[in-house]
């Protein structure tokens, strides 16, 4: 999944806009933002393989 744009009340990805629960302080970058994605995808991934 690959993090297109980000603002204080959501993020993009090329699939879809997912808004966060409460709006952000302050905007992060698309990098950052890339980087949160990535690891939660590797934690699911791993609490899956552990069930």
């Known amino acids: 999944m690959?993090?297109?744009k980000v603002?204080?009340?959501y993020f993009e990805?090329?699939?879809e806009k997912v808004?966060?629960?409460e709006p952000l302080d302050?905007?992060?970058s698309v990098k950052d933002m890339q980087k949160i994605v990535d690891v939660n995808k590797k934690l699911i991934?791993?609490?899956i393989?552990?069930?």
């Open 2 to 4: 690959k993090v297109v």
């Open 7 to 9: 603002t204080k009340e």
């Open 13 to 15: 990805t090329e699939d």
């Open 19 to 21: 808004y966060f629960f």
């Open 26 to 28: 302050r905007e992060i």
């Open 45 to 47: 991934k791993n609490l």
């Open 49 to 51: 393989k552990e069930k």
